[in-house]
């Protein structure tokens, strides 16, 4: 089993920097990929950035690319998500996942891949 504590959302103006952080306890030795998704109210919940956590590889999807950065500090098994020139629509709630599915590698984002799965922290950009 895997447990995962999301921490660092919050409320800021637009064109504002937030950094998400993840927390990973118990079995993540067996962890293909770590990824954060968002889901905006009456939206579905999609996603946003990808680790690979062999290699280091990373994925984003189109529209954070050049603002967003995924990282991982794997002494702490920490993952992060830097987040700069946020925009109102950005708002949403957002989930770190982690993936035991090796195709992860491969497919980036999909949600069905990634098996685990923290409480979510709330992100609010104000324009």
């Known amino acids: 089993q895997v447990q995962l504590v999301e921490s660092g959302g919050g409320s800021v103006q637009s064109g504002g920097s937030l950094r998400l952080s993840c927390v990973a306890s118990?079995?993540?030795?067996?962890?293909?990929?770590m990824g954060w998704f968002r889901q905006a109210p009456g939206k579905q919940r999609e996603g946003v950035a990808m680790?690979?956590?062999?290699?280091?590889?990373?994925f984003y999807a189109d529209s954070v690319k050049g603002r967003f950065t995924i990282s991982q500090y794997s002494a702490q098994n920490t993952l992060y998500l830097q987040m700069n020139s946020l925009k109102p629509e950005d708002t949403a709630m957002y989930y770190c996942?982690?993936?035991?599915?090796?195709?992860?590698?491969?497919?980036?984002?999909?949600?069905?891949?990634?098996?685990?799965w923290g409480q979510g922290t709330q992100v609010t950009v104000s324009s």
């Open positions: 996942a982690l993936s035991t599915v090796s195709r992860c590698r491969l497919t980036g984002l999909r949600i069905d891949e990634y098996n685990y």
């Open positions: 118990g079995e993540t030795d067996s962890s293909y990929c």
């Open positions: 680790f690979r956590t062999t290699g280091g590889a990373t």
